[in-house]
Each structure stands twice: as structure tokens, then as C-alpha cells.
T-cell receptor
């Protein structure tokens, strides 16, 4: 158990819908990362927050957005969902913002878009 | 933005040393190299990280040549429990930089 929690574990929805994925980092970790893992794209970095502020943006689509709240939990919002958005979404956290430090990954949320 | 490639799969026997290479020809000056292990239906787990030369911890070693265009993860005396997918992660954040995962290497360890 990494100490990072993600909800929900599974999510099934239809095209065009909007969903919110939630992540609670390890106690004391200020940095949160979001990743997408799919069979055709592999693991892709989406976005990073540090202490409530966006620090880095990766291959995140404009239909996706994220935020980190004052209590440090983070949410990833996916809208106008397409079939290709079906994937495993991971959240990771670390103490400091530099990603070369150990990131602790959550168990992931499996999103299925029908 | 570093583009990273890895061998798709490797097979080994218990007790052998395994070396997995990651190619990152476009690595930037600020980029660090980190390796993760992933089991099915789990999130990746940190193994080791480095910037240049050699780094060793209790589970692995990481070799990075002077030009830093590749890196090699070395797992000494693998066991069945080391069967997993191994990813390199290259990059840095802050200042507009990004992170790039390698394509992943499926390691299968047999008796």
C-alpha cells in the first residue's frame, strides 16, 4: 500500500459524458501527478501540481482539467468523453516537486467509455 | 522532450543478472532518469533514479554513460517475483519541461 488513494476504482460511462477522478496523496506529500495508461499510448504524463499550484503540463487534452485543493487532494476532470479516453488513470504523490524523487503511485482508476 | 524506447520483452532464469536498457537520445540537460516496476493491476513502484555515472541501492544499479543518451537498469540475481514490466522515466518538471515514460519492458523470470 503506497498510501495514495484513488476513487473510484472503476468507472463506466458513455461518450460525451463528464467524470471526476479523485486522488488523496500520502500524508505530507505536497506534489501530485496524474498519468494515463492505455494499451496504445502506454504511460503518459498528464499534469503535476505542487502545493495547490500547477507545476507542469504534459500531454493533457483541452477536454481534461485538474486542480489541487487546499487539503492537497486533487481531482482530474474529464469531459466530452470519447472511446479513446478509456484507460487506467494513475495519481502519484511525492514530498518535493522534482520528479526524480520517488513518486508513490495510487492503485489507479479504470475508466471505460462506452 | 525526450523520446524513450526500451526492448519490448526479456526472459531470464532465477539467479541471473538482468540488464534492461532505455534509449533517450533527446535527453535534456536538466532531465533525470528514474526506473519503475509495475505489476498487473497496480501502480508503478519506484526502483532507482540517477543523473549520470552509476547509482546503486539495495535492489538495483543504474548505469548512465557520459553522453546520457541511454541508461541501463541492472537487477542482480532475479527471482520469480521480479516478473513485471519495467519503465524508465526521463525528464524534469518546472520551467516547461516534461516527463516521458519509456515504452516498457516485460521481464519474465523462470525457474
Amino acid at each position: 500500500d503506497s498510501g495514495v488513494t484513488q476513487t473510484p476504482k472503476h468507472l463506466i460511462t458513455a461518450t460525451g459524458q463528464r467524470v471526476t477522478l479523485r486522488c488523496s496523496p500520502r500524508s505530507g506529500d505536497l506534489s501530485v501527478y496524474w498519468y494515463q495508461q492505455s494499451l496504445d499510448q502506454g504511460l503518459q504524463f498528464l499534469i503535476q501540481y505542487y502545493n495547490g499550484e500547477e507545476r507542469a503540463k504534459g500531454n493533457i487534452l483541452e477536454r481534461f482539467s485538474a486542480q489541487q485543493f487546499p487539503d492537497l487532494h486533487s481531482e482530474l476532470n474529464l469531459s466530452s468523453l470519447e472511446l479513446g479516453d478509456s484507460a487506467l488513470y494513475f495519481c502519484a504523490s511525492s514530498v518535493v516537486p522534482e520528479p526524480y524523487n520517488e513518486q508513490f503511485f495510487g492503485p489507479g482508476t479504470r475508466l471505460t467509455v462506452l | 522532450l525526450a523520446k524513450t524506447t526500451q526492448p519490448i520483452s526479456m526472459d531470464s532464469y532465477e539467479g541471473q543478472e538482468v540488464n534492461i536498457t532505455c534509449s533517450h537520445n533527446n535527453i535534456a540537460t536538466n532531465d533525470y532518469i528514474t526506473w519503475y516496476q509495475q505489476f498487473p493491476s497496480q501502480g508503478p513502484r519506484f526502483i532507482i533514479q540517477g543523473y549520470k555515472t552509476k547509482v546503486t541501492n539495495e535492489v538495483a544499479s543504474l548505469f548512465i554513460p557520459a553522453d546520457r543518451k541511454s541508461s541501463t537498469l541492472s537487477l542482480p540475481r532475479v527471482s520469480l517475483s521480479d516478473t513485471a514490466v519495467y519503465y524508465c522515466l526521463v525528464g524534469f518538471t518546472g520551467g516547461g519541461n516534461k516527463l516521458t515514460f519509456g515504452t516498457g519492458t516485460q521481464l519474465k523470470v523462470e525457474l
